[in-house]
């Protein structure tokens, strides 16, 4: 599985319990994302991350969240974890992206945060260097932490992206929004956290079966429209 997203990805991201992560890899979810960054409510030990790890090896593909790390520091966690890919989710440039890459061998996806059609121009810049790009609500000016702390951004501007461009869709999802999204975006996958959560870092069961069941009607909707056109 390592090293390639399935045709159409759907990931758990912040899961931080054995209990609802079992919950996600019975409903199928493609990918699972530990979140190493201290400020999130999500953030895991390297201890409890392995533990979760050994749970989803070979039943879903494991990502690890970091937050502008260097290449020494990722190095030693894709040594020490062995994910499927890195998600870098700061500040991280074209060329640092490519470092990492190099330096651990592993596939990397980059969060762009999104506000305005103005913040795609930097899509292109991470193309053919980065493994798959994460388009994210922007977080709040004065938030600890990035993502898109449950506010969706507006998903019509991102018609304007050239559509060999892929991207997974994250930010503001949830199970009652997340057909919408991929009726319109069409993105190659959809990410969530909080949009399954009873609280800030605490996942919720029924509303990650619920959300997952919601994406994929959706896309398979979605697929036979295309087969259609």
């Not at 400020?39 to 593909?61: D, H, I, N, T």
């Not at 990397?108 to 292109?124: H, Q, Y």
């Not at 969530?192 to 079966?209: C, F, Q």
Request: hydrophobic letters at 50%; glycine letters at 10%; a negative charge.
């Amino acid at each position: 599985m390592s090293g390639s997203a399935p045709p159409f990805a759907i990931k758990i991201c912040g899961l931080s319990t054995p209990e609802t992560l079992e919950v996600a890899l019975d409903v199928g979810v493609d990918m699972i994302g530990l979140n190493f960054h201290p400020k999130s409510p999500r953030f895991v030990s390297r201890e409890r991350a392995a533990e979760l790890a050994a749970m989803a090896r070979g039943r879903a593909q494991i990502v690890a969240l970091i937050v502008d790390w260097d290449t020494a520091r990722a190095t030693a966690l894709a040594a020490d974890l062995k994910p499927d890919w890195l998600q870098l989710h700061g500040h991280e440039t074209a060329e640092q992206v490519a470092a990492i890459k190099a330096a651990t061998g592993l596939p990397v996806m980059k969060a762009l945060g999104v506000a305005s059609a103005a913040d795609l121009a930097t899509v292109e810049s991470y193309h053919g260097i980065a493994d798959g790009i994460l388009l994210d609500a922007k977080p709040p000016k004065d938030a600890a932490y990035p993502g898109g702390h449950g506010k969706p951004f507006d998903w019509t501007i991102l018609a304007a992206l050239d559509p060999a461009l892929g991207f997974m869709l994250s930010g503001g999802l949830d199970p009652a929004n997340v057909g919408r999204a991929i009726a319109m975006a069409r993105p190659w996958g959809v990410d969530v956290s909080s949009g399954v959560e009873s609280a800030p870092g605490v996942k919720d069961v029924g509303a990650i079966r619920d959300f997952v069941a919601a994406a994929r009607a959706a896309s398979a909707a979605a697929t036979a429209e295309a087969g259609r056109t």
